[in-house]
């Protein structure tokens, strides 16, 4: 092998949006893309005798990104990589290994919830030390990087075995190939009561878990059917896939279409579950009934104490501004602090770290804790597993009580897909533009009690992030959250949160659609969302 020098030159765009860099992979493919980028990264956090995770979710292009990256690393002067076979690791497991080894950071290569394949979507981000995705001050400096870069540093010759466990090495540097699973099966064995879900499976208790063709394939059939010794079969779509099989890999009603067919169909097993691309998000669905993202953070808040990992209680918790304020009205009942970041997990980072948030959680399907720094899919079902485990109840029982006890929030996501850029911004802009003048005013029977563009003050280090989205906020807990995607590849896509608040006893069973109805109206008579786009219906709804 040598060592070379590449001459190159800043290429437009590359700049990190809610996670991570995400392009179409031909765009990542192409002539220095990837190395530049991978080489901005590392002139930012400094690579010099450092040891770092990678691993990726197995799309098109994971294992030839593994294999550069690892180059350049050697090039760069790090002294050891932690890889996970075949260059696989879920978000959460490279979240874990990089705390679990006191490494200075992770490299992890997903588009997460969008396609993969040779003209679908491809990814890099950089997560900290402490396991979690870099702040915005981070990506900010490695985005700048990239505008003025004029080389790169990597070796030439053969790839490492990524196949072979154990050690290699490139030049000076480390190469440990490492069990994907393992550890991390280990830490979801140390938080949850096992033996108990374990009695569950033998008595009975039925659940679908798909994988739909991405990551988490090979840690569920390892933990749910191995360790926890749920049925064979229990685990669908296992293998993980370049291309994902051509499902989308998100985990909502639409793109697991199956999954909810057969949970609302006659022969639905006791739970559902599935994940996405990278392993971060989930969906639970019980017999017949459909969880939203947004009542499993409360749910999971509410009963987190009954596993053994969080028996002692919880420090707070933590949402994302656009998710649904069930998790603070549990945060209340429990006497403890509640927090609204911005959209993107980066920003629970701080509470995590300073103790201050235990749980965290957002609409899009994604929750997690403090024994990572990523939300974490797995983790969230075996959560559930042990509540079930514990409570004796079904999935349908255990929400009619919790809405009985708190109210109900109902909550729904119109996502309206690949707007031309333009007709979004303006859009926005005019939304932006009423927003002094709308509290005090009536919209559809309900008066405006505030309007603004979301900011937010990082309680910890005081990093103030701006224009986080609008919120058109009702008296009565009714609201209405509109932003742009930062995560899509083509055009704009615009997210439409939608709230409202149930206090019970009566009105806790309508459909959320029905139930939100004046809101869908007032957003769109206020926002003139169908005017600006010509659309008059989402594309997906959560
Ligand atoms: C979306 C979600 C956000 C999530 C992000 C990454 O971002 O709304 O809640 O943190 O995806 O999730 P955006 O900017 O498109 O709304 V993952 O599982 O794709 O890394
Ligand atoms: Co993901």
């Known amino acids: 092998m040598t060592e070379r020098i590449h001459p190159t030159q800043p290429i437009a765009g590359q700049k990190p949006g809610t996670s991570g860099l995400r392009k179409k992979t ?27 995770v990678l691993g990726g979710d197995g799309r098109y292009f994971n294992d030839r990104a593994a294999q550069v990256i690892l180059r350049m690393a050697a090039a760069n002067g790090a002294a050891r990589v932690i890889v996970g076979q075949g260059a696989i690791l879920s978000t959460p497991a490279a979240s874990h290994l990089i705390r679990l080894n006191k490494t200075d950071g992770g490299i992890i290569l997903s588009a997460s919830h969008n396609p993969g394949g ?75 009561d096992f033996p108990a879900i374990r009695a569950m499976f033998q008595g009975g208790f039925a659940m679908r878990m798909d994988s739909m063709c991405a990551v988490t394939g090979p840690y569920a059939v390892e933990i749910l059917e191995n360790r926890l010794g749920a049925a064979k079969g229990t685990v669908v779509n296992a293998t993980p896939l370049p291309d994902f099989g ?18 609302m169909g006659p022969e639905a097993p006791d739970f559902g579950a599935a994940s996405d691309g990278d392993g971060d998000r989930n969906m639970v669905v019980g017999r017949g009934i459909y969880v939203s993202p947004s009542d499993s953070l409360a749910v999971l808040a509410a009963n987190a104490h009954l596993a053994p990992g969080y028996a002692q209680g919880l420090a ?21 602090a509640h927090f609204e970041t911005p959209t993107g997990w980066k920003f629970f980072g701080n509470l995590m770290d300073a103790g201050r948030a235990t749980l965290c959680g957002e609409e899009s399907f994604g929750t997690g804790s403090d024994h990572v720094r990523e939300k974490d899919g797995l ?36 996502d309206f897909e690949a707007i031309p850029v333009e007709k979004a911004d303006s859009m926005m802009a005019a939304l932006r533009g009423q927003l002094a003048a709308l509290p005090g005013r009536t919209v559809e029977g309900m008066q405006i009690e505030a309007a603004d563009d979301f900011a937010y003050t990082d309680p910890v280090d005081g990093s103030v992030s701006t224009g986080q989205g609008v919120r058109v906020i009702f008296a009565g807990g009714s609201r209405f959250v509109m932003r742009l995607s930062g995560t899509g590849t083509e055009g704009a896509t615009l997210r439409l949160y939608l709230e409202r608040y149930a206090p019970g006893p009566e009105g806790l069973t309508l459909d959320p659609q029905e139930a939100l ?3 869908i109206r007032a957003a769109e008579s206020l926002a003139r969302i169908s005017g600006f786009t010509g659309r008059d219906r989402p594309d997906v709804v959560t």
């Open 316 to 336: 707070g918790v933590a949402r994302s501004m656009p998710t649904s304020a069930a998790a603070d009205r549990v945060a209340a009942a429990l006497g403890i």
């Open 379 to 414: 983790w969230a079902v075996l959560l559930w597993l042990n509540i079930l485990a514990a409570r004796r109840q079904s999935v349908a029982t255990i929400l009619a009580e919790h809405w009985a006890r708190f109210g109900r929030n109902y909550y729904s996501r119109h």
């Open 118 to 192: 040779p003209h679908e979507d491809f990814g890099v981000k950089f997560n900290m030390p402490n396991g979690g995705p870099a702040p915005e001050a981070v990506t900010e400096a490695m985005y700048r990087r990239t505008t003025e870069i004029t080389e790169y540093r990597i070796w030439e010759g053969q790839d490492i075995d990524l196949s072979r466990l154990g050690r290699q090495e490139i030049g000076a540097m480390a190469v440990d190939v490492v069990d994907p699973v393992a550890d991390y099966a280990a830490l979801m064995e140390s938080l949850f």
């Open 26 to 52: 031909p765009v990542f493919m192409g002539p220095h893309y990837l190395e530049n980028f991978v080489q901005s990264i590392f002139d930012v956090v400094g690579t010099a005798g450092k040891t770092f």
């Open 246 to 263: 051509g499902m989308h890999p998100d985990p909502n009603p639409t793109w697991a279409k199956a999954l909810m067919d057969e949970m």
């Open 517 to 519: 109805a004046p809101v």
